[in-house]
């Protein structure tokens, strides 16, 4: 994205009062403090929230009237990707690492991708495995999304690991998206994802203390 697209977005997030996601700022500052890498697992806790990618067009991958007409926090994060709807039933993982020398997207995400699938493996998890290049699934069914940002020096990964959506949320504040993975084969919100919590039988805070451990450094 050129500079004057960026300006441009910036300026229509403020109309539109679409604030940063601030989530995991602390992460980041301390990596480019220490240069030490770090992690984090967490049941989101905030109210329903809507966040979009770094380049998203919030007026074609979310229904903002609606968002607006129920007062829920519209957010941008610093990653890519479509916008997605927070609440409750999601745990974020996140991860921040020094980066030096050249790495392609694709490899930056197989290696913290790879990360996340084998701490849900020492769970007992039935295989996860990487669909596209940063969707997390258990067989054609979407458990997790995840967006990458990269600057000078650092790389910043997070993934929105599903334990128990609120998918009414994402029918309203989620149309069909205008990009999809063939995988999807244009299935329904609810169609296309499944639930760690279904799998586990675990709460979100338990499964949040269990996969922290069951991680292990960041990659």
């Given at each position: 994205?050129?500079?004057l697209?960026?300006q441009?977005?910036a300026?229509r997030?403020?109309?539109?009062?679409?604030r940063?996601?601030?989530?995991?700022?602390?992460l980041?500052?301390?990596?480019?403090e220490?240069?030490?890498?770090?992690?984090?697992?967490?049941?989101w806790?905030g109210?329903?929230?809507?966040?979009?990618?770094?380049g998203s067009?919030?007026?074609?991958?979310?229904?903002?009237?609606?968002?607006?007409?129920?007062?829920?926090?519209?957010?941008?994060?610093?990653?890519?990707?479509c916008?997605?709807?927070l609440?409750r039933?999601?745990l974020?993982?996140?991860?921040v690492v020094p980066?030096?020398g050249p790495?392609?997207i694709?490899?930056?995400?197989?290696?913290?991708?790879s990360?996340v699938?084998?701490?849900?493996g020492?769970?007992?998890?039935?295989?996860?495995?990487r669909?596209?290049?940063?969707?997390?699934?258990?067989?054609?069914?979407?458990?997790?999304?995840?967006?990458?940002?990269?600057?000078?020096g650092l790389a910043y990964?997070t993934?929105?690991?599903?334990h128990?959506?609120?998918?009414?949320s994402w029918?309203?504040?989620?149309?069909h998206?205008?990009?999809?993975?063939?995988?999807?084969r244009?299935?329904?919100?609810?169609?296309?994802?499944?639930s760690l919590?279904?799998?586990?039988?675990?709460t979100?805070?338990?499964?949040?203390?269990?996969?922290?451990?069951?991680?292990?450094p960041?990659?």
């Amino acid at each position: 994205m050129t500079s004057l697209a960026r300006q441009s977005l910036a300026t229509r997030d403020d109309v539109l009062g679409i604030r940063p996601w601030t989530m995991d700022e602390d992460l980041i500052e301390r990596v480019r403090e220490t240069g030490l890498g770090e992690g984090r697992v967490a049941p989101w806790l905030g109210p329903v929230t809507l966040v979009l990618g770094s380049g998203s067009k919030a007026e074609v991958e979310a229904n903002l009237g609606a968002a607006v007409s129920d007062g829920v926090p519209i957010q941008r994060r610093r990653g890519g990707g479509c916008a997605v709807v927070l609440d409750r039933g999601n745990l974020i993982v996140s991860a921040v690492v020094p980066a030096s020398g050249p790495a392609s997207i694709r490899g930056r995400f197989d290696r913290f991708s790879s990360w996340v699938i084998e701490g849900l493996g020492r769970l007992g998890l039935p295989v996860a495995e990487r669909r596209e290049v940063s969707d997390l699934c258990l067989g054609d069914r979407k458990i997790g999304g995840a967006a990458l940002y990269l600057e000078r020096g650092l790389a910043y990964y997070t993934t929105t690991l599903l334990h128990s959506p609120a998918l009414h949320s994402w029918e309203r504040y989620l149309p069909h998206p205008p990009r999809e993975p063939a995988y999807r084969r244009g299935r329904s919100h609810a169609e296309f994802v499944t639930s760690l919590g279904d799998e586990t039988g675990m709460t979100a805070l338990e499964l949040s203390s269990r996969l922290a451990e069951a991680l292990g450094p960041v990659p």
